[in-house]
């Protein structure tokens, strides 16, 4: 059965850090992202990983800031996020698409596995 599962989400004040850990169970992929959803807006990706090769991709608003890892012998993703900001308040989804991706990207209709997310709240 394929899963995922986010955990690592909470509440944190301007200028903090969480770290966002996505267990994988049931599959494996060459690519893995980390999307965000605020209430009312679209879903957006954020970071994408090649896990074979560990290469990353990242959106412009969290490069520097966010840092995409993967756990090849625990299954498992990981999203640090450091200097937070108000605007990174959201869901945060990781996801997994159902077959190899040519192009690992955080394309929201690259991905058909998703997890039940976990909120993220940052106040100024």
């Known amino acids: 059965q394929v899963q995922l599962v986010e955990s690592g989400g909470g509440s944190v004040q301007a200028e903090g850090s969480l770290k966002l850990s996505c267990v994988a169970t049931?599959?494996?992929?060459?690519?893995m992202a980390w999307f965000r959803q605020a209430p009312g807006l679209e879903r957006e990706g954020l970071a994408a990983?090649?896990?074979?090769?560990?290469?990353?991709y990242y959106r412009d608003s969290v490069s520097g800031r966010f840092t995409i890892s993967y756990d090849n012998a625990k299954s498992t993703m990981y999203l640090q996020m450091n200097d937070l900001k108000p605007e990174d308040s959201g869901t945060y989804y990781c996801?997994?698409?159902?077959?190899?991706?040519?192009?690992?990207?955080?394309?929201?209709?690259?991905?058909?596995?998703w997890g039940q997310g976990t909120q993220v709240t940052v106040s100024s």
């Open positions: 049931g599959f494996s992929s060459n690519c």
């Open positions: 990983i090649a896990t074979g090769v560990n290469r990353t």
């Open positions: 996801a997994a698409p159902q077959n190899a991706l040519l192009l690992c990207r955080f394309r929201v209709d690259y991905f058909s596995y």
